[in-house]
């Protein structure tokens, strides 16, 4: 079901689901594994510890970090399912520039194009005003469903050194999968 890339970011937030299951082989990945990393994320990544810690990553404007969404529960809720839980929903005629798989046809949020992910969905990208620096001005990169979830699950697989993130990626997958 999912399978590395060589991109840090995606390679560490795969070996972090995989280890979430308890399974050494992302390959041999189900949708209930899938659906049990999404319940996680959904459940935890909204409360202390994980908030601010997640923060480093994504910035305050990620769904679950979002101060505006403090009294907007179902928002916060209709942002989870479209960054977590969009497996089924389709996808765009876009490639995924992690996986090469087609992008996901769901908006990440209400002011984004369909699959587009920024600062707040993928860490060390610009924000949504920001387009010069991605392809043909074209603001955002697409990404698939799988991949915005492994991305999501990134943290989880890094350490806090210094108020940032710490994240070992190598050719090796079992070395990846040893540190998430």
């Known amino acids: 079901m999912l399978f590395y890339t060589g991109h840090p970011l995606y ?4 070996a972090t689901v995989t280890a979430f299951v308890k399974k050494r082989d ?4 189900t949708p ?22 997640l923060g480093v990553a994504f910035t ?5 970090n979002q101060p505006a969404f403090a009294n907007q529960p179902q928002k916060r809720k209709d942002y989870a399912r479209r960054l977590l839980r969009s497996l089924d929903e389709g ?5 995924c520039v992690f996986t090469g798989e087609p992008a996901t ?26 387009i ?3 392809p043909w ?15 999501q699950a990134f943290p989880l697989g890094c350490a806090k050194c210094g108020g940032r993130l710490l994240a070992v990626h190598s050719d090796n997958p079992d070395l990846i999968y040893d540190f998430a």
């Open 11 to 14: 390679d560490v937030g795969v």
């Open 137 to 151: 001005g074209d603001a955002g990169l697409p990404v698939a469903a799988k991949a915005i979830l492994c991305l």
């Open 60 to 64: 305050t404007n990620a769904w679950f």
């Open 132 to 134: 010069n620096f991605y």
């Open 91 to 95: 996808s765009s005629e876009e490639r």
């Open 26 to 29: 992302p390959a041999m990945l």
């Open 32 to 53: 209930a594994d899938l659906e049990a990393v999404a319940d996680f994320i959904e459940r935890e990544y909204q409360r202390e510890p994980l908030k601010s810690f």
């Open 105 to 130: 046809a769901v908006a990440f949020s209400d002011k984004l194009p369909p699959g587009r992910a920024f600062r707040q969905h993928v860490p060390l990208l610009t924000g949504e005003d920001v």
